[in-house]
């Protein structure tokens, strides 16, 4: 692995320090270079590129919203053989969430509620620049548009299982596409053939579930949010190895 880390980052010293996080499909690392300290996650699952360019794309995106720390992505590349990595920035942690849950759950409202305010700030400007100005000029440069449908640039995963992403118009589109996905995963993988018919059912009265609901706007959401994938170092709440199957993703 060091020889390979030399090679993609152009590297000319790479020691391992430290092992540490990994689950049933990944593994880590910790490396000292003369970059400085990284984190590396590895796989050797046939899955892994498509996941970790998946993972690298959504913590860019959770990145932009600059409403909770999480390790910067460096860069994904090949493994050899089947597998792949995703290079990280290395973060000291401390021990599981404690002291800053409630810290950690205001900023995760703050990236929930992102999009929305990037809304309001678009709606403002476009109002100021018809000769309707409020007084609020605050400039924007670099910050990300508001995304008006639900989707996600690039496949994600759920573990090793893909989870395409096609933009659609509503939550209620697309959220029948992600449980869709999960029938064909059944049928082909599990031969369960009487699950597509059940769904099919369900699907002639899917809407009725959403008919009294106020409109659901599009939300950059996490995706894996659970005590293994969050942790605190003495600066407050970072999460690291980050498992983003982001189900309703935007920027």
């Known amino acids: 692995m060091e020889e390979v880390i030399k090679t993609e980052l152009g590297c000319t010293m790479v020691k391992k320090v430290g092992s540490s996080g990994g689950g049933s499909i990944c593994g880590g690392n910790s490396y ?32 932009r919203t600059k409403a909770v720390r999480i390790p910067k992505p460096y860069k994904v590349f090949k493994l050899p053989g089947t597998g792949a990595a995703l290079v990280m ?3 000291d942690l401390k021990r ?17 509620k992102h999009n929305d305010d990037l809304y309001k700030k678009e709606k403002k400007e476009s109002n100021r620049l018809h000769g309707c100005s409020d007084g609020d000029d ?6 990300p548009q508001h995304q008006p449908r639900f989707g996600f640039p690039v496949a ?8 395409p992403n096609k933009w659609k118009d509503s939550w209620p589109e697309f959220y ?7 029938i064909t995963h059944l049928e082909e993988n599990y031969r369960n053939h009487e699950v597509r018919g059940l769904w099919d059912q369900l699907l002639r009265k899917y809407s009725i579930f959403f008919d009294d609901l106020p409109i659901i706007p ?13 942790s605190e170092n003495d600066e407050g709440p970072g999460e690291y ?7 309703v993703a935007v920027w």
């Open 32 to 63: 000292e270079t003369d970059k400085g300290k990284i984190y590396v996650k590895f796989s050797n699952d046939s899955a892994a590129m498509a996941m970790f360019e998946g993972e690298m794309a959504s913590v860019e995106s959770i990145l």
């Open 89 to 91: 920035e290395y973060v």
């Open 96 to 112: 599981g969430l404690s002291t800053f849950a409630s810290q950690l759950g205001q900023q995760m409202a703050a990236m929930h």
């Open 138 to 143: 605050d400039d924007d440069d670099g910050e």
């Open 156 to 163: 994600t995963c759920c573990g090793r299982i893909p989870q």
């Open 176 to 182: 029948a596409a992600k449980i869709d996905c999960q």
């Open 218 to 230: 599009p939300a950059l959401l996490h995706g894996d949010l659970w005590s293994g994938n969050v």
């Open 241 to 247: 190895i980050i498992i983003v199957g982001v189900g």
